[in-house]
């Protein structure tokens, strides 16, 4: 989530820009809102956020002012709101992400915020929002590999592995099962993602996922034999892995339940 502090001295453009961030940039927090500058210039430094929906004309000051008295660095990125455009060209001169005006448009505000994230989140921190955007929209995760995205249907997933504070996840090529057919030599992917398997096991098994090992987190729709006395599971395409001991039970349960 992105926090964010509004700046706002009339009710109703204050009322109105919160609704358009619930409407169109829900994952926008607004932790903070003040209805004047002397608030805002004796409270702000209380706070940790990264967004400022900042008003320019606010009473008898107006936001230029406002961040001179402001006794921080400025961490955060500001997105002026103003009824008038003649002070655009000052707003950017002060490194403002964008300059919308009076009464917001929702396109226009989309727009800005994305600007902002762009801004805001290093590329773990954008690997993880877009994870958790396809995987809610679209059922895939987004793994970002040598500066590229995978986007990896959760359906075609084999397997995770840990790899240390990594994760290593074994998929099915697309086209591969087209047939419906299963043998040993269909093509195996695989990825390396920068999150542990810890943070996969928390999205992936209410997905129809169980966490066999320490070490593997398996499709239970992959799954073809379990193997008692080696202790072991089978999973499409022949692969062997081992089940701990302390986890047998639970593997087992998942899968007769």
Same mark, same amino acid.
């Given at each position: ?17 919160? =609704? ?16 004047? /500058? ?9 706070? *940790? ?33 103003? /009824? ?12 403002? *992400? ?20 762009? =801004?805001?989140?290093?590329?773990? /921190?954008?690997?993880?929002?877009? *994870? ?28 995770? =592995?840990? $790899?240390?504070?990594?994760? $290593? ?7 591969? $099962?087209? $047939? ?51 202790? +072991? ?22 899968? *007769? +339940?």
């Amino acid at each position: 989530m992105i926090k964010a502090v509004i700046v706002e001295d009339e009710t109703i453009h204050m009322e109105h820009l919160k =609704q358009q961030l619930k409407a169109v940039c829900p994952e926008v927090n607004v932790v903070a809102e003040f209805s004047s /500058a002397q608030q805002a210039i004796h409270d702000m430094n209380k706070l *940790t956020f990264d967004l400022l929906f900042l008003d320019v004309e606010l009473g008898n000051t107006t936001a230029f002012e406002l961040l001179q008295k402001i006794s921080y660095p400025h961490n955060y990125h500001i997105i002026f709101i103003s /009824a008038f455009n003649r002070y655009a060209i000052q707003a950017f001169k002060v490194n403002a *992400t964008d300059y919308l005006l009076k009464p917001i448009d929702g396109k226009e505000l989309r727009l800005a915020v994305s600007k902002a994230m762009k =801004q805001i989140f290093t590329t773990e /921190a954008k690997e993880s929002l877009l *994870t958790d955007y396809y995987f809610t929209k679209d059922q895939h995760i987004v793994i970002i590999e040598k500066k590229c995205y995978n986007f990896i249907p959760i359906h075609l997933i084999i397997y995770c =592995q840990s $790899d240390g504070n990594y994760t $290593d996840i074994f998929y099915i090529d697309d086209y591969s $099962d087209e $047939d419906g057919h299963e043998h040993n030599g269909f093509p195996k992917l695989q990825v390396t993602s920068s999150k542990n398997i810890s943070y996969f096991e928390k999205i992936l098994v209410p997905k129809g996922f169980v966490r066999i090992h320490r070490s593997y987190l398996v499709n239970k729709s992959k799954i073809r034999k379990i193997d008692h006395r080696d202790c +072991k599971v089978v999973l499409q395409g022949n692969i062997q892995l081992t089940i701990s001991r302390n986890q047998w039970d639970i593997v087992l349960h998942e899968l *007769t +339940k």
